[in-house]
């Protein structure tokens, strides 16, 4: 596993921050589909980038999650700002394969669940803290 690979596996748990702000408050049926559906995702990402050599059922498994993840943060969105950022980066990412916009696709992803499911912590200071957060760790991680 090279330290790209690494890295790319050990972000996927930035997903599960608002999972985990969430535990403690009653939450409504959507917010529980998400929830389940990035736990799932960040389980099969961290399975499949963290693991010794390509795996390519795993790599499967991680993208039928990922996708179906999407999914149902699109049929739960009002806004199309998101789908575009997360779907535009994600191309690029892949067309180019380039490292830095799978980062950038991830970060759009946190942030997308981040507002579904704890869209009363969706300010200007939470914004700063959380990506100041992801970009330095993955800094800290690279180093």
Known sequence: MNSDEYVLGVTSLWALLPVALI???PITTAQSLISI???IATFASLKYWLSEGPNVNWGR???VCARTLFF????NSQKI???ICVGGSYLISYKTNSFLW???FRYFGVWWIYSLL???LVYFDNFLLLTYGYWIHILY???
Not at 72 to 75: D, H, R, S
């Open 102 to 104: 799978h980062l950038i």
């Open 141 to 143: 991680l690279k180093v």
């Open 81 to 83: 700002t998101f789908p």
């Open 118 to 120: 704890v869209p009363h």
């Open 72 to 75: 149902i943060l699109c049929v």
């Open 37 to 39: 559906s990035t736990f």
């Open 23 to 25: 535990l403690d408050r």
């Open 61 to 63: 498994f991680d993208k």
